[in-house]
């Protein structure tokens, strides 16, 4: 296991050519959220700041969590070739389409239908680990340009606000996600 304050050349390489990474974060109480993510939906803006451009879903707990604590875990393990496991650990901001930010935050990243949120996770921790346990598999596809995208895109702006009033409110365990909060 190796640790460290940032990320370097070989773990940047390592993270953009994962098609699938896990999102972990938790309130001070409650449940922990644990989100598999996909698609073009992650960008690494240098050694110490990455950012992740969240999509609608049937929930919001990671912007709760993270109104709440700040704390953000990203994981990338290889499911092909040489073995690791990566986690980045830091404190992230969750930017709303309301905020100022939004616009030059969202152009990092290619238009998506249902697009809720960017965290900007700023790292205090890069940590690896062996991954030996970690099953090969295979990429084929992303579902998310076939399924979710197409999905939330055909909903159109107002019934992705609706969507959101009706599952992004609040967290499973009633925590507000702020959402529609200025």
């Known amino acids: 296991m190796a640790t460290g304050k940032k ?4 773990l940047r390489t390592f993270i953009e050519k994962q098609p699938v990474f896990f999102v972990a974060t938790a309130d001070t109480t409650g ?21 992740w451009l969240n999509l609608s879903g049937s929930g919001n707990e990671t912007a709760a969590h993270v109104r709440a604590t ?5 994981m990338f393990c290889a499911f092909e ?30 238009k998506l239908g ?6 900007d996770l700023n790292i205090d ?8 346990g970690v099953p090969y598999m295979d990429f084929r596809k992303s579902r998310g340009d076939e399924e979710l995208e197409p999905y939330y895109d055909g909903l159109g702006p107002d ?17 507000p996600t702020g959402i529609f909060e200025d």
């Open 70 to 74: 700040g704390r953000m875990t990203l």
């Open 7 to 10: 990320l370097n050349g070989t």
């Open 159 to 175: 019934g992705v606000r609706d969507y959101w009033r009706r599952k992004n409110v609040e967290t499973i365990d009633g925590r």
């Open 81 to 110: 070739g040489k073995p690791m496991i990566l986690r980045v650990y830091g404190q992230a901001v969750a930017y709303h389409p309301r905020d100022t930010q939004w616009d030059s935050l969202i152009s990092e990243f290619p």
């Open 125 to 132: 921790l890069v940590q690896t680990s062996c991954g030996t």
């Open 31 to 51: 449940r922990v959220n644990v989100s598999p993510k996909g698609m073009d939906t992650l960008r690494i803006e240098d050694d110490n700041r990455i950012l």
């Open 114 to 119: 249902g697009s809720r949120q960017v965290f």
